[in-house]
């Protein structure tokens, strides 16, 4: 953690890893936080998102009224920035300051922060469109591209399109969820209406969902669905409150996800489509973090299961626990990564990263507290 330490603008903050990301991520900072319960990181990094939120619109750097930063500071890529190459970053924001309250019971840092947690509620219902869903497109900040081709958190590409980008306007189902979650916290930390909004966007979701495989899109952009078991489908318990789905739903994704277990956890995608994108970095790779968050939210989901006597159900959520924990095992340093080979698996990225520790933390210590 040392080494990770940073200073920007006078805040005290952590880089997301080294060598290849000596930079202050959101994603990575809020959702390490969380998972670690550290009260003081997610402090300085909310006071950090506050202070370089956006305020105007520039289709250079993807900024927007309201929108917290994707990594400061942003690397130019193609004659543009990355600082605001994110859309689920300004949700986290909101489920940041929720968790902030819950742990430490000071309300304080939210109401200090009042009028950045409203524009980046506002944000968010500037993207919803005529059926509640939330959509992502450079136009919304008067660009016709980002620096990223994608902007939730498996940024590196698209599969199944064009040059690994989406044709905008574009629904990423996790963006999606965690977006709903953000509109809850609100909710919570502002005005009861805005669950109202949390709900219709919930019952968007069914436009994400495929009945002929019992399954959710991944995405949903201007050409149509994109499907293929990924590890979003897993990671979003984390963020969904039990009862969201119906438990049909919820049995498909149980289902489907057993073709991306491994030794080591989840996988990233299934085996089949990885030979459709060119970067392996989003494909054939376990991520330890992301072990986390499927493993939280299996939790939270079975303890529901078992109080409302749904016993395969809680059964097969108990197997993702298992799974997800297999991650442990190959933890003896930080590694970003590991890159599934045949039969070898490889660490990869960088050594330490900033969600690995996270994940430690999570797994040795806090594995069955209440998260989100």
Same mark, same amino acid.
């Given at each position: 953690?040392?080494?990770?330490?940073?200073?920007?603008?006078?805040?005290?903050?952590?880089?997301?890893?080294?060598?290849?990301?000596?930079?202050?991520?959101?994603?990575?900072?809020?959702?390490?936080?969380?998972?670690?319960?550290?009260?003081?990181?997610?402090?300085?990094?909310?006071?950090?998102?506050?202070?370089?939120?956006?305020?105007?619109?520039?289709?250079?750097?993807?900024?927007?009224?309201?929108?917290?930063?994707?990594?400061?500071?942003?690397?130019?890529?193609?004659?543009?920035?990355?600082?605001?190459?994110?859309?689920?970053?300004?949700?986290?924001?909101?489920?940041?300051?929720?968790?902030?309250?819950?742990?430490?019971?000071? *309300?304080? !840092?939210?109401?200090?922060?009042?009028? #950045?947690?409203?524009?980046? =509620? /506002?944000?968010?219902? %500037?993207? &919803?469109?005529?059926?509640?869903?939330?959509?992502?497109?450079?136009?919304?900040?008067?660009?016709?591209?980002?620096?990223?081709?994608?902007?939730?958190?498996?940024?590196?590409?698209?599969?199944?399109?064009?040059?690994?980008?989406?044709?905008?306007?574009?629904?990423?189902?996790?963006?999606?969820?965690?977006?709903?979650?953000?509109?809850?916290?609100?909710?919570?930390?502002?005005?009861?209406?805005?669950?109202?909004?949390?709900?219709?966007?919930?019952?968007?979701?069914?436009?994400?969902?495929?009945?002929?495989?019992?399954?959710?899109?991944?995405?949903?952009?201007?050409?149509?669905?994109?499907?293929?078991?990924?590890?979003?489908?897993?990671?979003?318990?984390?963020?969904?409150?039990?009862?969201?789905?119906?438990? *049909?739903? !919820?049995?498909?994704?149980?289902?489907? #996800?057993?073709?991306?277990? =491994? /030794?080591?956890?989840? %996988?990233? &995608?299934?085996?089949?489509?990885?030979?459709?994108?060119?970067?392996?970095?989003?494909?054939?790779?376990?991520?330890?973090?992301?072990?986390?968050?499927?493993?939280?939210?299996?939790?939270?989901?079975?303890?529901?299961?078992?109080?409302?006597?749904?016993?395969?159900?809680?059964?097969?959520?108990?197997?993702?626990?298992?799974?997800?924990?297999?991650?442990?095992?190959?933890?003896?340093?930080?590694?970003?990564?590991?890159?599934?080979?045949?039969?070898?698996?490889?660490?990869?990225?960088?050594?330490?990263?900033?969600?690995?520790?996270?994940?430690?933390?999570?797994?040795?210590?806090?594995?069955?507290?209440?998260?989100?």
């Amino acid at each position: 953690m040392d080494r990770l330490i940073t200073e920007y603008r006078g805040f005290t903050l952590y880089n997301a890893g080294l060598p290849n990301f000596p930079r202050n991520f959101t994603r990575d900072s809020i959702i390490s936080a969380i998972l670690s319960r550290d009260s003081r990181m997610l402090e300085s990094q909310l006071n950090f998102c506050t202070y370089e939120q956006g305020a105007n619109k520039n289709p250079k750097n993807g900024e927007e009224p309201g929108k917290i930063f994707h990594e400061y500071p942003g690397v130019n890529l193609n004659g543009l920035s990355t600082k605001f190459s994110a859309c689920d970053t300004t949700a986290l924001f909101l489920i940041g300051h929720k968790f902030y309250i819950d742990i430490t019971g000071d *309300k304080s !840092l939210a109401e200090y922060q009042n009028k #950045s947690i409203e524009n980046a =509620t /506002e944000y968010i219902l %500037s993207h &919803l469109n005529q059926d509640s869903l939330f959509m992502e497109d450079p136009k919304f900040c008067n660009g016709k591209k980002f620096a990223l081709k994608a902007t939730y958190w498996k940024d590196s590409e698209m599969i199944s399109r064009k040059n690994g980008e989406p044709a905008y306007p574009v629904c990423y189902l996790l963006a999606h969820v965690q977006n709903i979650c953000g509109m809850r916290c609100a909710a919570k930390i502002l005005n009861p209406k805005y669950f109202r909004i949390a709900e219709k966007m919930k019952k968007g979701m069914e436009k994400l969902f495929n009945p002929t495989s019992n399954n959710f899109y991944i995405a949903v952009d201007k050409k149509g669905p994109i499907e293929a078991v990924s590890s979003d489908l897993l990671h979003m318990l984390f963020y969904l409150e039990p009862g969201d789905l119906k438990n *049909k739903q !919820l049995e498909g994704i149980l289902e489907s #996800s057993k073709i991306l277990e =491994t /030794e080591i956890g989840y %996988s990233i &995608l299934e085996h089949g489509f990885s030979g459709k994108i060119n970067s392996e970095y989003h494909t054939k790779t376990v991520w330890p973090f992301e072990q986390a968050i499927i493993n939280s939210g299996a939790i939270k989901h079975r303890l529901w299961a078992e109080r409302y006597g749904f016993t395969n159900l809680a059964k097969s959520l108990r197997h993702v626990e298992e799974v997800s924990s297999r991650i442990m095992s190959k933890l003896d340093t930080d590694p970003e990564i590991f890159i599934l080979g045949n039969p070898e698996v490889k660490k990869g990225g960088c050594d330490p990263q900033l969600w690995t520790i996270a994940a430690k933390k999570y797994f040795n210590k806090f594995k069955y507290h209440k998260f989100i």
